[in-house]
C-alpha cells in the first residue's frame, strides 16, 4: 500500500482528490522550476512540467510513497495561456477567449521511488462572447491571477460563460481524477481503494 502525497499548493486540485475518497497528505516544495523549452509542443507542455516536478521529489520519497504532480495549461490557437500577471493581463486573456473555444490540458505525472506513470487529458471549452463589464467584473471580484488562462470554471465566469463542454469538467477545474483513479488502480491493484467495503489508503 502507498501514501499517496499531492505536490500541490491548490486548493481545487486538494478538493478533487478528496473526492476519491482516499487519503492523502500535501507536501509542496519551493522554487520548482516551471520552465519548459521553446520547441515543445503546446499539447506537452504540461506533461513537461509534472514531469519536472516529479523529479524534485525522487529523491525525498519513501519507499512507501507516491507522489501526485500535475500541471494545467490553457491552449488557445496553439498559444498556451498561462497564469495572468496583471488585471489588465487577466482582461485581456479573457478577450482573447470570449466567443471562441478552447483547450485546458492537464498533464499529470505518478511517481515512486521504482516506478513513474504520466497521463494528459485534454478538454474543450466553449465561451460565449463576454462583454467588456463582464470581464472587468469577473476579474475585479474573483481575482483569477492564480489560474491559467485567467478563469475557473467553477466560478462566475463558468457559470454564466460556458456554452459548451466537452471532456472532462474536473480536468478543467485542474485535476483529471477519473483517469488518476484508473492508473493508480492499474499500478497498485483495486485494493488501494476498496477493501472491506472501504476505502484505504
Sequence with gaps: MYQLILASNSPRRRELLAGLDVP???KVLQGIDESYPADTPVGEVPVYIAKAKAEAYRGRINDDQL??????????DNLVLGKP???DDACEMLRALS??????ITGVCLTTTTMQRSLSVVSDVTFKAFTDDEIEYYVSHYKPYDKA??????????YVGVTALKG?????????VQ???QELVDMC??????????AHP
Design 24 to 26: 492523502f497528505e500535501v
Design 67 to 76: 507522489v501526485i504532480t500535475a500541471d494545467t495549461v490553457v491552449v488557445l
Design 85 to 87: 500577471a496583471s488585471h
Design 99 to 104: 466567443g471562441k473555444t478552447h483547450q485546458v
Design 149 to 158: 488562462g485567467a478563469y475557473g470554471i467553477q466560478e462566475w465566469i463558468g
Design 168 to 176: 472532462s469538467y474536473f480536468n478543467v477545474m485542474g485535476l483529471p
Design 179 to 181: 483517469r488518476i483513479y
Design 189 to 198: 491493484g483495486p485494493e488501494l481503494f476498496i477493501r472491506d467495503g472501504k
